[in-house]
């Protein structure tokens, strides 16, 4: 294990003290001398793209304009580098490039920096990295490619928990990792203080289940954007959505009629994602949506092959769609 | 097809004269003349297991008192013959004896009789019997066994729906028939008039779906005692639950809670319903739920060959399991 | 469990006396005094079709001829009502009508009767009725629907054997049953002295295995038209096929090239039979298979609903599938 | 597309020129005008672990002897930094410095550099890496993480291809990457002059559909230790087999006895790789095999976090069922 433990008193500390309005010490249980941080995974958090020029290149002018146009639509927090930003076709100082961009321009919104990488060792660095430049927590992607141990996915977790002084929330999405958190290893995680959320796609039930298990250490974000609405239902204390890039004003509005009781308007709402996701559907991934979001006055530019490109029948069908859902 | 076709007009006359009180005719779009029957497939519908002596021949005394005390638990619909009634182990004349006891017991409660069959032919059978005794609607599950055609699959619910005067439920349980009914055929299916309602299990995106494509057509209920709470989130109008043989006042609470919008207390009851589920997935199918049932004083027998049977330790854990959920 | 268990002495001597030409004794274990009877599962054995006439009856006279051509092709075995032959939608009455009329055109071929049910006392009851009229061996699909424990099942396939004197075959076709029988489980069954054979499709992993495992007391027939050629390099002593009906000559100039090592020729034919699968599988199971058969100037008749039917275009395009592959 | 696309002919030339001993120019089509160089994946190819330090760093020295193990022991080819040597856990710079030791220990035995990328930038930098130290072909596992459209995974491979001069293998392991190539796709690909191989786990029903499609063209490996004595029956030309890095010997008798039509101990050597092949599966992958080759005399170190790593009674285990299969 490359990362020095460092003492929980150290931790507690350094946290208290550097970052002081973010960061309130609770006692989760006296006995056990577990503290939790005051970190709260919830509400609509974004999981944005990362807009390329035509050579691949980032587009760091439209970066900073996306994550400004997220900060104003009123969002929760900022989720840097994820899943629909490209993570895993981006190197590191790319990485570590766009966590920075996005914690200059986040105006105190929380930024959570995606650092999941198949080696724990790199993970770690990104972590580092990104409590360093001020993110308020670091989320990690399960390691994938390799058939993955439980031991060794624990150790991987708190190696990370360890070696850093911001929340460590996990990021379970089987569909791009081909790993599914056993719930009996989340509860074990989740005695971790420093592991403080946990984001999941994949069914209600074994979502229900996870929070049978850990719901009263940890809190529970849906990353699922078809499910966002009976997640919330089934007690997810918010989402880490990617269609939030897409139609900010859509999430929060559905995610504040669920605070209002408002379910019928939350069920409209959680239909028309479901409609807008079996649109993008159709074509490439993340290409479409990042079209959609072009079309709608924000640039986000291409993918980087070997995702994409469009062809033009695609970028006129998809159109067709949105013009057809209202949307633009 | 062997069932002659009988005329629309034929079916909605019998259907208003025959039994008046139930069947009240609503015109649902004038333009086509599509009609639909007044049966709504709504609230907590039990599915309950078929009670066998220990030479696997039902015991009809046991049953009669099963439904008796569902009814007076006051139950929305009684669904005789069902997956945990052990259905494919029965023949055809032991499912209309059962069909018929449900009914002879049901004071007024609706019957859904289960008529679902590998065979069209077979389930229009089962499904002009229970009409003929007096089952308020027939629920047929998807064919099994075979690969199945889209083709094949409309005309078999086509021509069971075209045959009965009484509504038809599409009983859709992938987990059981390894068939998962493509929205777009859902869809069309619900443009006949006398398919009323749809029960199915798997995950809330694909319900969602089916919602948004004939919610306004036809009923949906949730056919996964894991996620009914979630599924009425999301615009299930009821459900058909095996456990609620098991603790049929827990299910109806949890359906009230949610009329009375306590989502609390539906989270609460949903957590419990998981557990006892995880419990029962230790021991053979169904012979846990039945043994559940027997300790808590309803003699529900064993399960016929080659399920089950419980050996003594399993019996024992289960005990425990459900003394410590506080069941018994 | 219904069935008097007989004693081994008893089912040896009435195996030798009764048919004493086909069933000699060997010893295989002389300390565990384990016996087998000497049927042996091997070569091409034709899992037929069932044709049925337009009003969905069985075509007795068609059935008669199509076992007549099959006997005079030189098939090594006979399988009535097996999956091809919609065994799943046929009444028990109907099966054995079948068998029985396997057995009165087999002309010394040995039948072997697919007596598989979902409920072990109707499988029972099916291979007692085909002992007694002169099935070679009795096979049994594992049961299905239900979710299946590996107790049930052990007991499933014990009863089988224990009540029958004709050896017992088990098929595994987890496409059909969502059943895999575990290895562990094959190698006790397999020490049963009346199971003596396991059809099985699925992966080749699998299938070496269970060779693994219990090659040395049970014969693995291989029960993938796809995969006969590379089944019997790694040990398969044969097949029972589907395509094996329509092309018998093929299938089996296969298996005697096998046998004179001519393996170019049978790779050649196994890409033959991969094609024609192919082609089958663009229509309605297993109505395509019965329309080749019908060109090739054998009337197969129709499928029973759900299964089918074919439409004007899904013909043509078979028709011409098949003469660009050469077969008529 | 980064990649200037060189002219047919300037690569032709090049190859002929620069490395003449081992490209041999074959008119594949002469009215079409391709070209196929005259590289030939086939025989035994080891894809062998990369040995890592307690620190994880890359154990150079260890890397050098076993690779002149694996030379001396005959193998047909070394396959560097494939998944048992951890590939996706490495930087570029290391994966790059693994292949260049290959080639330095090489003696002539040809290099597949495996070059795969989630990103197609980077799989074309490796390649031409790979090309100018010395490889002879470089093989590429299919990218992966993002769900994959056919579109952009041909215009993968086909930059990928017009970017070297030396032959492109497609590596296609769906366990590892979630993409199954389509057939289609796979004939499409076959026609490039520059691709001239593929290797593929998964089972042969699909191996033999991509031999039938495109067999003509190019040559196909088994990637599946499980599956080599079947692939080579259905015709395979050769396997690339994490289990010959632990086994030389065997699995070169194996293909050997292939050779010689005898398949009886070609049976036998594959049973004891699955009995192998089951031992590793119970302990953390890859380190069961780095153990194995530790325990046999070759040090192969330690895998990278989170691969790993092994408990003491694992060890002990997994020393125990090695004695039992003689290996040790």
Redesign the interface.
């Known amino acids: 294990?490359?990362a020095s433990r460092r003492t929980l008193e150290n931790r507690l500390t350094r946290g208290l003290g550097g970052k002081p309005e973010k960061y309130k010490l609770t006692i989760v249980n006296p006995t056990l001398e577990v503290f939790h941080l005051a970190f709260e995974l919830k509400g609509v958090n974004v999981a944005f793209t990362t807009p390329f020029k035509e050579?691949?290149s980032i587009d760091e002018e439209a970066l900073r304009k996306d994550i400004q146009y997220l900060v104003e639509a009123g969002v929760h927090g900022l989720v840097a580098c994820s899943?629909p930003g490209?993570m895993?076709?981006m190197g590191d100082e790319e990485r570590k490039r766009v966590i920075r961009i996005t914690v200059e321009e986040s105006k105190g919104v929380p930024v959570i920096a995606e650092v999941g990488c198949?080696?724990?060792?790199d993970a770690v660095e990104l972590a580092r990295f990104a409590e360093d430049v001020g993110a308020a927590a670091a989320m990690a992607l399960t390691?994938?490619?390799?058939?993955?141990?439980p031991?060794?996915?624990r150790?991987?977790y708190e190696?990370l928990a360890d070696s850093i002084d911001i929340p460590v929330i996990i990021n379970n999405l089987p569909?791009?990792?081909?790993v599914k958190l056993d719930p009996t290893l989340v509860d074990v995680l989740a005695f971790h203080p420093n592991i403080r959320g946990l984001n999941t796609s994949g069914?209600?039930?074994y979502f229900?289940?996870l929070?049978?298990r850990a719901g009263d250490r940890i809190s529970f974000a849906c990353g699922?954007d078809?499910?966002i609405?009976?997640?919330l239902?089934?007690?997810a204390s918010g989402c880490i959505a990617a269609l939030a890039a897409c139609l900010p004003q859509m999430v929060l509005e559905m995610y504040n009629s669920f605070l209002k009781?408002d379910?019928g308007r939350c069920?409209q709402i959680?239909?028309n994602l479901?409609?807008l996701k079996?649109e993008l559907r159709k074509v490439?991934?993340p290409y479409g949506q990042k079209l959609v979001q072009t079309l709608m006055g924000r640039p986000s530019g291409r993918t980087?092959?070997?995702?994409?490109?469009l062809?033009g029948v695609e970028r006129v069908l998809l159109r067709k769609g949105m013009k057809k859902a209202g949307l633009i």
């Open positions: 294990m490359p050579d691949e899943t490209e895993a076709l198949a080696r724990t060792k390691p994938w490619f390799f058939p993955q141990h031991r060794g996915l150790m991987h190696t569909e791009y990792t081909g069914d209600l039930i229900q289940e929070i049978e699922d078809e499910l609405f009976p997640a239902c089934v007690g009781k379910y069920r959680q239909l479901i409609r079996n490439p991934y980087r092959m070997p995702l994409g490109p062809t």
